[in-house]
């Protein structure tokens, strides 16, 4: 039997280590890594195969959907299912339009997630109610439109938030330093009136200024 090589990317060590021991129960899983860092999981994905990446929506400094991003970019070509504790309408949104095979929440039973990892490996979806429910009242919600006009900077640095990056690699990128990354994230806040970076992706998909030059 060919097992399911399952990457475990959550920051709560006590609740990698239930999954852990919950994955080494099932004859038809294998539990790859366990990383607490979006660095240590890109890590383990350029060298292993992969079948089922379960990823944690929030990562401390960064959020889930920022690693989907980065891990297509690097290649992967396996199915990601967030199990998460929680996200708002606008996260999934975003989520789903970076291509998750599904979102878990983690109140659900173990069943249920063992469950739910087989079907996304199978290429299924797997989409909690409540989160399917969500995204349902987002797109019924007209596309809020930025009510300044931004500068080129705002945008190359709004461009680099959808691509997943992180303060310090866009100030790599730009040039400039980690302070002033900060300082124009502050003003694209208060530009487009929102208030996470996740909505700030949403701006960027809708205006599609992620294919700006």
């Not at 989520?95 to 039973?109: E, P, Q, T």
Request: proline fraction near 2%; include cysteine.
């Amino acid at each position: 039997m060919q097992r399911l090589r399952v990457l475990l990317l959550d920051d709560h060590v006590l609740f990698r280590e239930g999954l852990r021991r919950l994955l080494v129960t099932e004859p038809d899983v294998e539990s790859v890594a366990e990383c607490d860092t979006s660095a240590e999981a890109l890590a383990v994905l350029a060298r292993e195969a992969v079948d089922v990446v379960l990823l944690d929506f929030d990562l401390g400094d960064e959020t889930g959907a920022s690693f989907v991003a980065r891990a297509k970019q690097s290649g992967y070509t396996g199915k990601i299912l967030m199990v998460t504790a929680g996200m708002i309408p606008l996260d999934v949104a975003v989520a789903r339009k970076r291509g998750v095979s599904g979102i878990f929440l983690k109140h659900n039973s173990p069943a249920m997630l063992l469950e739910a990892i087989r079907r996304v490996a199978r290429g299924g979806e797997w989409m909690d109610s409540r989160a399917v429910t969500s995204e349902i009242a987002v797109a019924e919600q007209p596309a809020q439109e930025l009510t300044a006009a931004l500068t080129q900077r705002e945008l190359q640095v709004l461009r680099s938030v959808f691509e997943g990056l992180t303060n310090k690699e866009i100030a790599h990128k730009t040039g400039v330093s980690q302070s002033s990354v900060k300082a124009t994230l502050q003003r694209l806040f208060e530009k487009t009136g929102v208030r996470t970076r996740a909505q700030l992706v949403r701006i960027a998909i809708e205006r599609s200024l992620e294919t700006a030059r």
